[in-house]
Structures are given as C-alpha cells and as structure tokens.
C-alpha cells in the first residue's frame, strides 16, 4: 500500500518546505496539505490541498475518512510570541488540535505521528549550557506550556494505546521560503530581508542573546529521517533534543557584514520577547538524535547566511 500523508497545518515556515520535501520523496498526489487558509505559494496547485480547522474534528475526521493517511504530520499551533497576546487560544490549539489528532490517528490506525516541540519547553531553571534531554522543566510562556504538555501527551499515546508518535524540539528556525510565524527567534530571518532592503535592523533581541537555531533545510532533513528511523532504534516519545548552530545577534551580524560590509545593526529595547528569550538555553545536547537516528546537521553559520542572502537577492 502507497503513503498517503497528511500535513496539517501546511502554509506556514514549517510546513511550506515539508510539503515540496515530502511530494519528491512520495509523489505529489500522495501528500495532502492542509491549512485553515489557502495556500499562497508555489506548491498550492502541485498537489492535493483540503481545508482544514484542526479544532473541528467532524472536519477532521472526514480528511481521515477520506484519505485513510498513513502519515500525519501536525504543524499548526500558535507560536511563542503570538501565543501570548492570546493565550487562551495558544492552548486550545496548541493541545486540543493535538488531541483530535492523536485520537484519529488510532481510529484510522494511521501508522505514524509526527508532532514538533521546541525549545520552549525548557525554562528559566532549565540548563543554559548544552541544555540535556533530561532536566528541569519549567517554561513560563503559554506555547512551552503547551509543547511540554503535548510531549507528555504522545509519549502517553505511545505507551497506553501503542502509536508510534515522533517528535523534535526545534530551535529557532531560519529560512528564506517562508515568513516565520511570530516566534521568539524570528530576528534571525527578519534581519537578512533587512540586510538587504535597508543595510540596517533593529534587533528586538539584546547584543548578547545567544539562542540555538538551524536552518530549515537541515531542519526538514532532520525531520524526515526521524519519521524514517526504525521503531525499534528510537527510546524517546516525548520529543527529542535537536540542534544546529547558537549564535547572537552580535555574530550574526558580523558574518552578515562579510557580505553586505556597511549593514548596521541597533537594538530595540524593552521588547517583551527578550524576556522569553533569556528563559531558553543558549545551547543543546542532543546526543540521543545523533545516536538513535544519526542525526547531523550541515549548516554551519557561514554557509546558511551565504544561502540566505544568495537565495532571498533572487
């Protein structure tokens, strides 16, 4: 039998690129994107696309009744920024679009889950160095709230009912495709179309505000090949730590400079983001990812801000 593949959630950073990823790997017709909203780019007629409210689930579950997926990948949720001007909404989808999920995935015995965390998760007594698979705990915006929940919710799937959920903490993600989508970390792709347009940003993040991010090709990458790993070689269904490059705003800057030498950079201040921000890890271990499914990224700074500005002055 054919994957047949349902990404949820699929206009948005994330979901764009996972969409033309999967289509050349399993054929157009058999990956079904799905949004709240139409689709504005450039897959929108190269495949199957259905409308779809993760909170409704008669609407739900007819896109399961239709296309019986082998495959679910549920991207839609309120990111960390945008969760707090509305946390209350931040939660239900975030968690109840999840649930609906996870309880059609075993009506239809679809055989895999995919379901992103973050580095929201961890909070202001979580390890800033190196941040382990297994620490405290404590995020203190509404979207880590949600992400910490949703992990203990698929490992809970897992063991109880015997899904086969997946999952990733990802950090910030970078990438000149797609708008980011109103998270803490979207200096690091707002600053390149600046860079460009203007040879100045004001970063909403403080010179020394050293986050883990990637860029979204070893992200996509990554991704696939978790949901591609043998079952058995797997030992983490909360979500696994997963990690590219840190850096702050400082650095990136300078490696920007190498390119566009006058670009000026200034600092906004009192942004509520940066309180968020100083709650995460400035780095992460993930030794498990490398171990279990051989994860490696191949970004490294200077290669990613000379694709970024290569791709985004066409």
Not at 200 to 223: H, K, N, Q, V, W
Not at 291 to 297: D, F, G, I, S, V
Request: glycine share 6%; with cysteine.
């Amino acid at each position: 039998m054919k994957d047949k593949i349902l990404v949820l959630g699929s206009n948005g950073q994330i979901g764009t690129e996972l969409v033309t990823a999967l289509r050349a790997g399993y054929g157009s017709n058999n990956v079904i994107a799905c949004d709240i909203r139409r689709p504005d780019y450039e897959i929108k007629n190269a495949g199957p696309f259905e409308f779809v409210n993760v909170l409704d689930k008669d609407i739900l579950k007819a896109i399961f009744e239709k296309y019986k997926p082998t495959q679910v990948y549920l991207l839609a949720a309120l990111l960390s920024a945008t969760g707090e001007q509305n946390p209350k909404l931040a939660w239900d989808l975030n968690m109840n679009g999840l649930l609906n999920v996870l309880d059609l995935a075993l009506a239809y015995n679809t055989a895999k889950v995919y379901w992103p965390s973050s580095i929201a998760v961890f909070g202001p007594n979580s390890p800033k160095e190196q941040t382990p698979q297994y620490c405290t705990m404590d995020p203190n915006t509404i979207y880590g709230i949600s992400k910490l929940a949703g992990e203990r919710w698929c490992e809970y799937y897992h063991q109880k009912y015997g899904l086969d959920v997946r999952s990733i903490r990802y950090p910030g993600l970078i990438s000149w495709k797609a708008a980011p989508g109103g998270g803490t970390t979207d200096y690091a792709v707002h600053i390149f179309h600046e860079a460009l347009k203007k040879g100045s940003y004001a970063s909403f993040l403080s010179a020394e505000t050293e986050l883990p991010m990637m860029y979204m090709d070893d992200a996509i990458r990554g991704t696939i090949e978790l949901m591609d790993a043998p079952a058995e070689q797997l030992s983490i269904r909360s979500s696994y730590n997963f990690a590219g490059i840190s850096f702050t705003p400082e650095v990136l800057a300078a490696e920007i400079r190498k390119h566009i030498p006058d670009f000026k950079l200034t600092y906004a201040e009192n942004d509520p983001r940066q309180q968020i921000a100083d709650s995460w890890p400035k780095s992460i271990d993930d030794s498990y990812a490398k171990k279990e499914w051989a994860w490696k990224p191949e970004f490294d700074l200077a290669k990613m801000t000379t694709d970024m500005l290569t791709n985004l002055k066409k």
